[in-house]
């Protein structure tokens, strides 16, 4: 058994009161470490060391702050092997994906962020009357809040940018998937990372998060999750005015029309669908075909979501891995049912099942398509963030916008078309912060990334990332009128 730490002031400790939660390995459905069970103990000498830190670290160059975050992508680089199996080990993922994806990105993460920390500056407004410039100092600490969904991957995300516009951070990772957080805590400690400036408080979200997100002294709150936790952090901050980011839920749409490229749209909505079981919040968990070729696409998807090999993580050739928890596994559960009492038909998939026989306690659900159901119902509102997608009919382009539009969530959307001028019609008119034409997930990490409506409030990437992590002030001179 793994014994998982707390990393604070540049030490490891166990939780103040010495309590800590069982850490599972969803393959095998059972405990394989422990996680400190922090409170507001941990939480005061976190902020206590994120505090003191924030004296000098605030006013390091930021060519220095950006030299620390390199020399950590190079640290990650150099351990990706060790990290992508914990990381495939702790959620349950293909250890495929782990390597190619979660760590890749958690190193490019700290070496995207240290670059893009040249080109932060302020900028000049000039008019005979006045001269004004604009400059750009941090916060003090801040939390950053990760999912279990993309652990390394996503908490990253936030700390590089926190961290070189000259924050202290606080990270707290999801308890769920604790394991390569740790592991990072590991990198700095040994890369002798100052004492303070990081610290990764572990835990449940209902105690030290939110005691966390409470605490005066944090002065921004970067937050990806649920909806739910999304909304109670807002309340919760609501009268303080610090600074919050929140990157939430998603119910997205995959639009296919008929004279779309028919392969590269297939082969792309078995990946949207089915990355990390369906547990990335990009995933496209509706996918709307134009009638004209509807039983055609589902056919197909229903062969090639058939064929996707499901088995051990950490076997190179498994396509899909287990479920990140029993919890999420019953969740996804739940709503195949619903779904057929909503009246959907399971054209594939639809069961838990056991891979081999020493898998036979781990959270595997078959991937699963569903169709059958019109817009409104549950089944097709509510975000399930597992292996399923639905699939329905559309007849005009107006039916597909008002489908694709018709959920409180606002993520992403693909649209699948060879037809440039609909390709841009729809992109406008999609109610979503990122709207793919005839791709999924092409990132380029200077865009603004984030939601609308209920998916999320603000935008993470490039220089929006490092301008929610810092204060902006205006400078004033008198002009010359000569
Ligand atoms: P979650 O909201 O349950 O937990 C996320 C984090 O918040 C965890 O670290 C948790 O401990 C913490 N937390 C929980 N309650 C808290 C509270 N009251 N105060 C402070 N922190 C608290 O989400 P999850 O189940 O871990 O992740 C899945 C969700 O994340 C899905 O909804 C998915 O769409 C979303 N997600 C969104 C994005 C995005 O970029 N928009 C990316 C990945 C995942």
């Known amino acids: ?98 390597a190619g994806l979660d760590i890749p990105r958690s190193q490019i993460n700290f070496e995207f962020f240290a670059k893009e920390a040249r080109d932060f500056k302020g900028e000049s407004f000039i008019s005979r009357h006045s001269h004004n410039v604009t400059q750009y100092s941090p916060l003090g600490p801040v939390v950053c809040i990760s999912p279990w969904n993309l652990p390394l991957y996503l908490l990253t995300w936030k700390i590089a940018p926190a961290l070189v516009t000259g924050n202290t951070v606080i990270a707290k990772p999801s308890e769920v998937t604790p394991m390569t957080a740790f592991r990072l ?16 408080l572990h835990g449940r979200g209902s105690e030290i998060g939110a005691t966390l997100v409470g605490d005066s002294a944090i002065k921004a709150v970067s937050f990806t999750g649920s909806t739910a936790t999304g909304r109670a952090i807002a309340q919760a901050t609501a009268g303080s005015f610090k600074k919050v980011s929140l990157e939430m839920g998603g119910k997205n749409p995959n639009i296919i029309f008929a004279d779309c490229d028919f392969e590269l749209a297939l082969e792309t909505t078995v990946r ?47 396509q899909q891995g287990a479920l990140v928890s029993q919890v999420q596994m019953e969740k996804v559960l739940g709503y195949i049912e619903l779904a057929q009492k909503e009246g959907g038909r399971i054209l594939c998939g639809g069961k838990r099942v056991a891979p081999s026989p020493e898998l036979a306690q781990g959270y595997f659900v078959a991937p699963t398509l569903i169709e059958g159901l019109g817009v409104e119902c549950r089944t097709n509102q509510d ?44 992109a406008s008119s999609i109610e979503a912060g990122v709207v793919w034409i005839n791709a999924w997930m092409l990132r380029d990490l200077r865009i603004p990334f984030g939601g609308m409506k209920d998916s999320g409030v603000g935008r993470e990437g490039g220089q929006y990332g490092l301008r929610f992590f810092s204060e902006v002030k205006n400078v004033c001179k008198p002009g010359d009128p000569s």
């Open 272 to 318: 949207s669908s089915f990355s990390n079981q369906g547990q990335i919040c990009l995933c496209g968990s509706r996918i709307l075909v134009e009638r004209s070729i509807y039983h055609r696409f589902r056919d197909a998807l229903v062969t090639r979501t058939k064929a996707l090999i499901q088995g051990d993580p950490l076997h190179p050739e498994t």
């Open 383 to 426: 975000e399930i963030f597992g292996p399923v997608a639905t699939l329905i009919p559309f007849d005009t382009e107006e039916e597909a916008i008002r489908m694709a539009n018709a959920t409180r969530y606002g993520l992403s959307a693909s649209v699948w078309t060879r037809d440039t001028q609909r390709a841009n019609r729809m």
């Open 185 to 200: 805590s590991h990198i700095c400690a040994d890369l002798g990372f100052p004492p303070g400036v990081l610290n990764i």
């Open 1 to 98: 058994m793994e014994t998982i730490l707390n990393y604070i002031d540049g030490k490891f400790r166990p939780s103040a009161s010495g309590r800590s939660l069982p850490n599972f390995d969803p393959a095998r459905g059972r405990p394989y470490s422990t996680v400190p069970d922090s409170d507001a103990i941990d939480a005061r000498a976190a902020v206590a060391a994120a505090r003191d830190a924030y004296k000098t670290w605030s006013r390091t160059p930021i060519e220095e702050r950006a030299g620390w975050l390199l020399r950590v992508a190079d640290a990650i680089s150099k351990e990706s092997a060790g990290l992508a199996r914990w990381e495939s080990i702790d959620t349950g993922k293909p250890i495929t994906l782990a």
